[in-house]
């Protein structure tokens, strides 16, 4: 009996519950998910590295780098649709008193003439005023005689088909005192001629830039620096004499305002890249 007992401790007892088959079945379990999700892992990283686009090669702008340099030039038409005119008025009188109080009598008909005709007064401003002695010469000794003054006025038409109307009635109110200095066509909105200028400038530089890189074996890159050398126009003066008051209602005085050309000029600095 005692050896029959010794025999039973060496043989493993039978585990009715079956929790160690359970707990053993667990442990792979857990073992495989995280030897898959380890793979996963690898997976993932290995095709994101193989699909991930290198990043592109930028040409440099550096002072050590290839450029070209190109200059364009463009022009735009436009249709004037302001009138500048400046006209002044010259009164004289044996004082100076006298002479500015004759002048500034001539001077306001003319401005009341002007806004009558359409001016608006914010667009009517004087521009400028002078008082002068006048003198004779007696053996070298100058002696006055009287004062001269004269008030020149600048006014804008908004409607150019009134101007010819409104420069004759004007001369009509101030006779021959008043003359016309100048007239000069200009738009109201200058850049919209000015932008499509631009814009072809631009372009042939581009154009230009792209010619002479292919002639050279070479491929444009990024633009280094783009620069406007346009000057800003200035309005076309246009002499125009004043009709003497015997005749300034015969016939109006012919305006035609015509075309203008605005010019512009731009340069461009590419970076140049090896022919793709």
């Given at each position: 009996?005692?050896q029959?007992?010794?025999?039973?401790?060496?043989v493993a007892e039978?585990?009715?519950?079956?929790?160690?088959?359970r707990?053993?079945?667990?442990?792979?379990?857990?073992?495989?998910?995280?030897?898959?999700?380890?793979?996963?892992?690898?997976?993932?990283?290995?095709?994101?590295?193989r699909?991930q686009?290198?990043?592109?090669?930028?040409a440099?702008c550096g002072?050590?780098?290839?450029?070209?340099?190109?200059?364009?030039?463009?022009?735009?038409?436009?249709?004037?649709?302001?009138?500048?005119?400046v006209?002044?008025?010259?009164?004289?009188?044996?004082?100076?008193a006298?002479?500015?109080?004759?002048?500034?009598?001539e001077?306001?008909g003319?401005?009341?003439?002007?806004?009558?005709?359409?001016?608006?007064?914010k667009?009517?401003?004087?521009?400028?005023?002078s008082?002068?002695p006048?003198?004779?010469?007696?053996?070298?000794?100058?002696?006055?005689?009287g004062?001269e003054?004269?008030?020149?006025?600048?006014?804008?038409?908004?409607d150019?088909?009134?101007?010819?109307?409104?420069?004759?009635?004007?001369?009509?109110s101030?006779?021959?005192?008043?003359?016309?200095?100048?007239?000069g066509?200009?738009?109201?909105?200058?850049?919209v001629?000015?932008d499509?200028?631009r814009?072809?400038a631009?372009?042939q530089?581009?154009?230009?830039?792209?010619?002479?890189?292919?002639?050279?074996?070479?491929?444009?890159?990024p633009?280094?620096?783009?620069?406007?050398?346009?000057?800003?126009?200035?309005?076309?003066?246009?002499q125009?004499?004043?009709?003497?008051?015997?005749t300034?209602?015969?016939?109006?005085v012919?305006?035609?305002?015509?075309q203008q050309?605005?010019t512009?000029?731009?340069?461009?600095?590419?970076a140049?890249?090896?022919?793709?």
């Amino acid at each position: 009996m005692p050896q029959d007992s010794e025999d039973r401790d060496d043989v493993a007892e039978p585990d009715p519950t079956g929790r160690g088959r359970r707990r053993f079945g667990r442990s792979l379990l857990v073992v495989a998910v995280a030897l898959a999700v380890v793979i996963a892992a690898v997976a993932l990283g290995l095709t994101l590295t193989r699909t991930q686009p290198a990043p592109a090669k930028q040409a440099a702008c550096g002072p050590t780098a290839p450029t070209l340099s190109v200059v364009g030039t463009g022009q735009a038409t436009v249709s004037p649709d302001l009138l500048t005119v400046v006209v002044s008025v010259d009164a004289g009188g044996p004082s100076a008193a006298a002479a500015l109080a004759t002048d500034n009598a001539e001077a306001a008909g003319a401005l009341t003439t002007l806004e009558k005709g359409g001016v608006q007064a914010k667009d009517i401003a004087t521009s400028g005023l002078s008082l002068q002695p006048q003198y004779v010469y007696s053996k070298g000794v100058p002696t006055v005689t009287g004062y001269e003054v004269d008030n020149t006025v600048t006014a804008t038409l908004g409607d150019i088909s009134k101007a010819g109307a409104v420069i004759d009635t004007v001369v009509g109110s101030a006779g021959n005192a008043l003359r016309i200095e100048s007239i000069g066509f200009s738009s109201a909105d200058p850049s919209v001629g000015q932008d499509r200028a631009r814009a072809r400038a631009a372009s042939q530089a581009e154009a230009h830039a792209r010619a002479l890189a292919g002639a050279a074996g070479r491929s444009l890159g990024p633009v280094c620096t783009l620069t406007d050398r346009s000057a800003t126009p200035e309005p076309d003066d246009d002499q125009l004499a004043a009709p003497s008051a015997g005749t300034a209602n015969a016939a109006e005085v012919p305006i035609s305002a015509g075309q203008q050309t605005q010019t512009a000029q731009v340069s461009l600095v590419y970076a140049l890249e090896p022919a793709g």
